[in-house]
């Protein structure tokens, strides 16, 4: 089992930036792809940005590409998401997610653990 901790989120004006960390504990962190959803209020969890065991590969929704970047530190057992240019539409809980499936996928369906999320909230 993997343990994820996200830190990072916070209140920022629209047009800021913020940097997401995803802190792993347990089994190897480099085995796992890694990737990051949001969910706004009353809105189903959504894909963001997924890299995979090297930070090699990286895909993103739409909605972020150009202005996130998701990026990893094997030797640190950690993930980042950097966000630039936040808008109000970026307000959501932000979690990390680890797969064992190795695959580059938006589908919450194959990643095994997840953190318990921190708050991001862009004021317009």
């Known amino acids: 089992q993997v343990q994820l901790v996200e830190s990072g989120g916070g209140l920022v004006q629209a047009g800021g930036s913020l940097r997401l960390s995803c802190a792993a504990s347990?089994?190897?962190?480099?085995?796992?792809?890694m990737a990051w959803f949001r969910q706004a209020p009353g809105k189903d969890r959504e894909f963001v940005a997924a890299t995979d065991v090297i930070g090699s590969s990286t895909y993103y929704a739409d909605s972020v590409k150009g202005r996130f970047t998701i990026s990893r530190d094997n030797a640190k057992n950690s993930a980042y998401l950097q966000m630039n240019v936040l808008k109000p539409e970026d307000t959501a809980v932000y979690s990390c997610a680890a797969s064992t499936w190795g695959i580059l996928s938006t589908n919450q369906g194959v990643y095994n653990y997840w953190g318990q999320g921190t708050q991001v909230t862009v004021s317009s």
């Open positions: 347990g089994r190897t962190f480099s085995n796992y792809f």
